[in-house]
């Protein structure tokens, strides 16, 4: 299984950015996916999921109204939309896929994370 992230990068305050995350090697359509963050010196802290199907999702409240996870399971794909960017949200971003397995709890996987910078 591999999850691989892109589209990080440093921005100024204000602006915006798109993540994605491509999944390789797991049943993605039946796997709920979340981003998490990770700022320097602190714990690595859940940001938004999406649910499988219909798509419900959910947020940290401190990104509500700013993030929207959204996917394509056509493409084994799911992004982050990030508006408004705060330097609070400097952090990496990591992926992360919950598998089920079919009656005996899920897997858990991970991707390498991408870094987010956000400059005054």
């Known amino acids: 299984v591999q999850l691989v992230e892109s589209g990080g990068g440093l921005v100024q305050a204000g602006g915006s950015l798109r993540l994605s995350c491509t999944a390789s090697?797991?049943?993605?359509?039946?796997?709920?996916m979340s981003w998490y963050r990770q700022a320097a010196g602190k714990e690595r802290e859940l940001v938004a999921t999406i649910s499988t199907l219909g798509g419900g999702t959910t947020y940290a409240e401190s990104v509500k109204g700013r993030f929207t996870i959204s996917r394509d399971d056509t493409k084994d794909t799911v992004s982050l939309q990030i508006t408004n960017l705060k330097f609070e949200d400097t952090a990496v971003y990591y992926c992360?896929?919950?598998?089920?397995?079919?009656?005996?709890?899920?897997?858990?996987?991970w991707g390498r994370g991408t870094q987010v910078t956000v400059s005054s």
């Open positions: 992360h896929a919950e598998e089920p397995q079919g009656g005996f709890g899920t897997l858990d996987y």
């Open positions: 090697g797991l049943i993605f359509s039946s796997c709920p």
